[in-house]
T-cell receptor, first 115, second 111 residues
Framework: DAGVIQSPRHEVTEMGQEVTLRCKPI?????LFWYRQTMMRGLELLIY????????DSGMPEDRFSAKMPNASFSTLKIQPSEPRDSAVYFC?????????????FGAGSRLTVL | KNEVEQSPQNLTAQEGEFITINCSYS?????LHWLQQHPGGGIVSLFM???GKKKHGRLIATINIQEKHSSLHITASHPRDSAVYIC?????????????FGQGTRLTINP
């Protein structure tokens, strides 16, 4: 298994541009999580899906952020318009079953820099 | 108050030393994850435990449910163990699961 695959690995963009981050979870995993990591706040959960359905998006910072999971093998996290304070590493993770009983597998992360 | 507290924040040791990283958590957390993040940035899940002890190679994780405390031990530490170690607690809030992260422990093992 190739693991959780994220793209792009690095993205540099200018303020106001739209950013789309992509994630392919491990085949068969029914939970998918989007996390953001910054120096100031560490790792934070943004949103998670169970069987492609968004369950909790309370961590999404504001309306500029949106996430979709059109099928079991693909999810996107979109920021529109992007701002410098969105600069962070965005991780996607997946698990089979909920995290209280199962191990999470993380992607390599997408490092976003907004100028 | 954070729901998951780690200590120490930074730890430097010599190769071969026995390492302990601690994690205390609040009520409601049903399981603890230990994660490792290397300087390159990737995050690897080391353990998930809700009771007792787990061992993988030189790594041992323990959890004490009554005391709400978990420890990660590394025996015969090696420079390649240098990384940030993060504990994360899993809890259910209003039917939604949350993973609450500690602030991480930066471990440096010198040769």
């Amino acid at each position: 298994d190739a693991g959780v695959i994220q793209s792009p690995r690095h993205e540099v963009t200018e303020m106001g541009q739209e950013v789309t981050l992509r994630c392919k979870p491990i085949s068969g995993h029914d939970y998918l999580f989007w996390y953001r990591q910054t120096m100031m706040r560490g790792l934070e959960l943004l949103i998670y899906f169970n069987n492609n359905v968004p369950i909790d998006d309370s961590g999404m910072p504001e309306d500029r952020f949106s996430a979709k999971m059109p099928n079991a093998s693909f999810s996107t996290l979109k920021i529109q318009p992007s701002e410098p304070r969105d600069s962070a590493v965005y991780f996607c993770a997946s698990s089979l079953g909920y995290s209280g009983a199962n191990v999470l597998t993380f992607g390599a992360g997408s490092r976003l820099t907004v100028l | 108050k954070n729901e998951v507290e780690q200590s120490p924040q930074n730890l430097t040791a010599q190769e071969g030393e026995f390492i302990t990283i601690n994690c205390s958590y609040s009520v409601g957390i049903s399981a603890l994850h230990w994660l490792q993040q290397h300087p390159g940035g990737g995050i690897v899940s080391l353990f998930m435990l809700s009771s007792g002890k787990k061992k993988h190679g030189r790594l041992i994780a323990t959890i004490n449910i009554q005391e709400k405390h978990s420890s990660l031990h590394i025996t015969a530490s090696h420079p390649r163990d240098s990384a940030v170690y993060i504990c994360a607690g899993s809890l259910i809030i209003q039917g939604a699961q949350k993973l609450v992260f500690g602030q991480g422990t930066r471990l440096t093992i010198n040769p």
